[in-house]
């Protein structure tokens, strides 16, 4: 019977350090890119918030936009996996599209912060948790003929796309009615995707009142 390799404690420790320290780099980024102040935030302003060396940030990032886009993929699959328990429950295709799509716009009215860097995510196929769901959604809406999809990567733009812009104008306030808002984002996305349309507004009638009953159990 073998036993495991004894953990090597020297590796553990320096993987620790190296984690606290994108994490640091990360946050001072986040600050610098909330400053209203800030007209433009360069690599060494984000060393001296961190306390760093320059040397140092760019053993975790090559660029300043490298790390800009790591906030926004830790935003988007942070939100990803935070939404799961209500989420990933549903089995119906139009329900767990109509919902995930509504809890990102509801975050993004409700956390500034969040939308602000979901926005800045450079999305990339075989690493985004997010993405990974929408495909799975899609492929399962489409092989139960409730999409009509000719294409699946114009799919996933498309109901990106759409999210991201609705996250964008909740998060700049353009938005007078935000249920109302989100009802109808959902309800094109659902209509152009050539969902018929009582079941489209069916999905999108589902995920208010889901939430809104989750929100009371809560």
Do not use: C
Not at 56 to 77: M, N, P, R, W
Not at 127 to 154: C, E, F, H, N, T
Not at 199 to 214: C, D, G, I, K
């Amino acid at each position: 019977m073998e036993l495991d390799a004894p953990l090597d404690h020297r590796s553990v420790t320096a993987q620790r350090k190296r984690d606290a320290m994108r994490a640091r780099i990360l946050s001072a980024t986040m600050d610098l890119l909330e400053d209203p102040s800030k007209v433009s935030v360069t690599i060494e302003d984000v060393a001296r918030v961190a306390n760093i060396s320059r040397g140092a940030f760019y053993k975790h990032f090559a660029s300043l936009e490298e790390a800009v886009a790591a906030i926004g993929q830790e935003a988007t699959d942070g939100m990803t996996l935070h939404i799961l328990p209500v989420y990933d429950v549903l089995t119906h295709p139009l329900e767990r599209i109509s919902t995930a799509m509504r809890l990102f716009l509801l975050r993004a009215h409700t956390d500034r912060r969040w939308a602000a860097f979901f926005l800045r995510a450079d999305l990339v196929q075989d690493q985004s948790i997010l993405l990974k769901y929408v495909l799975a959604d899609l492929q399962a809406g489409r092989d139960a003929g409730l999409l009509d999809l000719p294409s699946m990567q114009a799919g996933v733009d498309a109901l990106i796309g759409a999210t991201l812009e609705g996250v964008r104008s909740m998060n700049q306030r353009r938005v007078d009615d935000p249920q109302a808002y989100i009802d109808a984002v959902i309800l094109m996305v659902l209509r152009g995707f050539g969902v018929e349309n009582m079941s489209a507004h069916e999905a999108v009638t589902f995920s208010r009142s889901y939430l809104q009953t989750q929100a009371q159990v809560d």
